[in-house]
């Protein structure tokens, strides 16, 4: 390690940790991690950008909803579309839904945070029937179900062990007696299209029931409770900006549920880009999802797209930037460990917990932490995670010295200090960069989750391609940090033939002299 | 640092009293024991006697449960070890060289650690190479890469390298064929003689000891027997087990 060293890596942080600069004039939208939400973020996007009010960035596929609370909290974001269900229950922890939106809107307030502009569909749990059996049988609500003893339902385990699922909605409707099998939701579909099942439990707004022609029954009695689709923002946002705030309100009740399922069916099934979409949806258009119009991108070119050099730089950058952190402090633990064996339990037992701790839970509580998205909560998350592998192996390197070595180096006259530089560091140096090296080559796994939270990378790619079920896409993110790993692991090997003594070698010592 | 010069009136070495117990062994006995200046003194008894911890005590590595170091007359604490240690030259089994350094680096570490002028090092490098007559190639190559008595001499080059007046050896033959430790015998001989160092040298050998001994201190658990030369021990053992200890393992005495 260099005398320079410091300074790079000051530079980097200061880089990392530095306030955005033009924050002022950027509206910055959040969109979670499924289709819906990507076209929703879009349509916003594209709404802001016309008012011409703010520039408008869209912060795609943020991890989950507690990732993307604890960002628009902190101003990390400006808004995003969200559901009244998920915001009562799941951000609010409230145990029923509020009546309507001015009562939701008086639980945010002290969040300074709002909703509005509901966007006209209810995205909840339902049930659904072919649309032809449906037709032939006359039923159109739920309640009609009653009327037919011998009805097959395909439901999902979820559903049929919720406390407001199954057996609430078969006490609230009255059924009798009824047929239930329990179905993986992938499969439902199909056994629902093979006449298997008559009935299945789904989600109003799912892409699948434009393309399996499905009938959704009606919730007659409003048993589900409404998940309607609504702007959450922060508090301040229409007064920040009331030309843009306006633009939005003329999104209000524009989006019906069927013109939804065509847009997530454009695609899921059309592979039709987000942005293509939204464009669409607002000049008056919902885009086609014909097959062969939009054709699907060949794999080689979806690898190399536009995109593929920034996201390996962004990903060099997470990997490279929380493995020098890991390093700086990382040897320092493992050589107090080392020394002290009564520390040694806590530091190890320490970094052994970080790598507990679930990737998302660790990105909101940072985002919390430093009230923002992107790079910088990133990188401190690999950082924790990189820690155990570098600190372990530096302890460990420096406890497997032999004692007589150790004493030789005392008995020299050498201060403790020149002992730990001219002799333990390099004797343990192997083991030393080993665990660098298990760090480095998890990070480029790990970094993948920097999608979550806006830092872009590889991971990118994967959620997007989780999102709209696109292989190709996932494997196009998948494969290069596949290739990285291996390319990590490749510089290491040769790193380790520079920095260590040949002295210390195995097998084939290296003889630079002739052999006396 | 200058070295400390030795005052002619102090002996190189005292132990005043010592004792030392490891998790409630008893591994040397209050022992008081003076080293005569460019003497060759030789602790031996048989495994668990306690010399090498006497030696180490004298480094410092192991610290006494009561009783004082003197080195040159200066007790040795925690304050000065670091610096009375560059005074004295240790060798151990196999040499306790540093495996990622060089034969030549290991035995200029300390002296580039002072920041002594390169051109000195690099002088008495030659110069010590020539006196244990190893051959210069060797001074490029590995520890690994040498022979057992390379490492040995690469070792006695590493003690001898600032001229240190005080030289400690564990069992510095115990790692070498017969035939080598033979010729290693003779030439450290003639060579502790030639530089008039004050050596204390471990073994558990009696041919060794008598070979290099003009004072051998017989050690058993702990506690010495008896010492003085070894034509001493045999005229006047001061208790059997002496003359037993002697004559199990040497083959031939001296009449």
Redesign the interface.
Known sequence: MNARFPWVLGALLTGLFAPPAPAQDTIRIGSKRFTESYILGEIVTRTVERAGEARASHQRGLGNTAILFAALKSGAVHMYPEYTGTIAFELLGLKRAPEDIEALNRELSPHGLAVGVPLGFNNTYALAMAETRAAALGIRRISDLAQHAGLRFGLSQEFINRKDGWQALRAAYGFADTQVQGLDHGLAYEALAAGRVDVIDAYTTDAKIARYRLRVLEDDRRFFPAYEAVLLYRADLPQRYPRTWRALQSLERRITASQMISMNAAAELGAVPFSRIADDFLSGRIAAAGPGESGRRSFLETLFAGDFWRLTGEHLLLVFSSLALSVVVGVPLGILAARAPRARHFILGAAGVLQTIPSLALLAFLIAALGRIGTAPAVIALFLYALLPIVRNTCSGLADIPA??R?????????AG?RLR??EL??A?RSILSGIKTSGVINVGTATIAAFVGAGGYGERIVAGLAVNDHALLLAGALPAAAMALAIEGAFGALDRVLI????REPG?T?????? | MPQTPIPASSPPVVLDNVAKTYDGQVAVRPTTLSVEAHRICVLIGPSGCGKSTLLRMILGLVRPDQGRVLIAGEELDAENAVRLRRAIGYVVQDGGLFPHLTAGDNVTLLARYLGRDPAWIAARLSELAALVRLPAAALARYPLQLSGGQRQRVGIMRALMLDPPLLLLDEPLGALDPVTRFELQEELKQLFLELRKTVVLVTHDMNEAAHFGDHIVLLRAGAIVQQGSLEELLARPAEPYVRDFIRAQRSTLPQ
């Open positions: 007589p070595l004493e030789s180096a005392e008995a020299l006259g050498l201060p020149a001219l002799i390099p004797l140096a003594s040949p002295g210390l010592v003889s630079r002299e002739e052999g006396a």
